[in-house]
């Protein structure tokens, strides 16, 4: 079987527009990872090793829940892994220090190296069915009749993660991806959809979204978010 082609969005407002029907916005998103970097620039040298991930994904998290806990999101554990999960759709966010930077032609790589449990949470959300819909011979990019009938069918209950990258000159790149599986090497294989969040080269964050209540209205609470280099 052939990897298939991800999904990939990067255009501001069809981003929007997809973070929507996920039940997520940009804006909260932001705030994530301005927490996990909080976390990670906490640490010092004389921290142990791997303090500065740890720190990262916890504050992430912790973030993550404080926004999107009782949003139409629930706190979720299943496997063993910390993730947000949809009360109707069943879809689940978990929080991911990045190797490298993001939303370029590399595909996305998990910092540390993905078991069984990752396996089983992706094989769970319906992804590894959905890889299956692609082949050697039919490619959906090549078919423009099946396109957006194939790149549509991201699964319903899909696990998205938010992979994070700093780097030490103080930027960040950030990105929302769908994984198909866990490979032999231990980290992700491949991906069925990306969604640019923050791209290299971005000096600064503008958030204009607000929050939206459960009724679609505006609930009010804007969000600036604001990253100084460190």
């Given at each position: ?76 554990t299943d496997t063993n892994i910390d993730s947000i999960r949809h009360a109707e759709s069943g879809a689940r966010v978990i929080f991911q220090n990045a190797e490298r930077p993001l939303c370029g032609v590399d595909l996305p790589r998990a910092a540390s190296s993905k078991g069984q449990a990752s396996k089983d949470l992706v094989e769970s959300s319906g992804q590894l069915h959905m890889s299956r819909l692609f ?96």
């Open positions: 079987m052939m990897r298939q082609i991800p999904k990939t969005i990067s255009d501001p407002e069809l981003v929007s527009a997809r973070l929507g029907e996920i039940g997520l916005c940009r804006a909260g998103l932001l705030e994530v990872v301005q927490a996990s970097l909080v976390g990670r620039y906490d640490a010092v040298p004389n921290d142990p090793i791997g303090t500065a991930g740890h720190r990262s994904r916890q504050f992430g998290t912790r973030r993550m829940r404080d926004i999107y806990l009782g949003r139409g999101w629930e706190r979720n082949d050697a011979d039919h490619n959906p990019y090549d078919a423009p009749d099946r396109a957006d009938e194939i790149a549509g069918e991201t699964p319903f209950n899909a696990a998205f993660y938010l992979f994070v990258h700093p780097t030490k000159a103080g930027e960040v790149t950030a990105e929302l991806a769908a994984p198909n599986g866990v490979g032999s090497d231990g980290n992700f294989d491949g991906f069925f959809e990306r969604i640019h969040l923050i791209k290299t080269g971005d000096q600064s964050w503008s958030i204009e979204d607000d929050f939206q209540d459960d009724d679609g209205g505006d609930s009010g609470q804007e969000l600036a978010v604001e990253v100084t280099r460190k």
